[in-house]
């Protein structure tokens, strides 16, 4: 058991230790704070911005605004399998399904790129712009203007 144990630590600090690499573009083991939660949506996990300043909190920044990756990755390994177990873990392609069903109330099997902006950003922990435009470049299908959701979920 202490084996396993010690086995998940090392392959969540591995995992941890390459998605801050992406980030460290000095490659000087320093990240710009406000990549803090670029970092942990690499790894799986989608925490709200209250969890996100929360988790920040912890973290020691210095006085330019840069996370050591040796302040980062305890914290980070701590929390890593708390918050993808029980807080930010993704939906279930289901859940997925029927929640963007929900949204569709016409039942056409697709929404329009402005509804879903709607609901993205003015419900629930909203989407900001950038990230509204990053997801439609990648799901909305140029020829018909829409997103094909049930094609995208298939259960």
Do not use: W
């Amino acid at each position: 058991r202490a084996q396993e144990e010690a086995a998940a630590g090392t392959e969540a600090e591995l995992k941890i230790r390459s998605a801050f690499e992406v980030f460290d573009h000095d490659s000087n083991n320093t990240v710009d704070v406000r990549e803090t939660g670029a970092i942990i949506s690499s790894l799986g996990c989608f925490p709200t911005q209250a969890d996100l300043h929360a988790f920040i909190a912890e973290l020691e920044e210095d006085q330019s605004g840069h996370v050591h990756l040796d302040k980062f990755l305890p914290v980070m390994t701590k929390r890593l399998h708390i918050y993808y177990f029980f807080s930010f873990a993704p939906a279930s392609l289901k859940s997925l399904n029927l929640g963007l069903q929900v949204l569709d109330k016409e039942k056409k099997g697709h929404l329009e790129p402005d509804e879903l902006t709607k609901y993205m950003t003015q419900e629930g922990e909203p989407f900001t712009q950038e990230e509204m435009e990053e997801m439609l470049t990648a799901l909305v299908d140029p020829k018909k203007n829409c997103v094909h959701y049930k094609e995208l979920i298939k259960n």
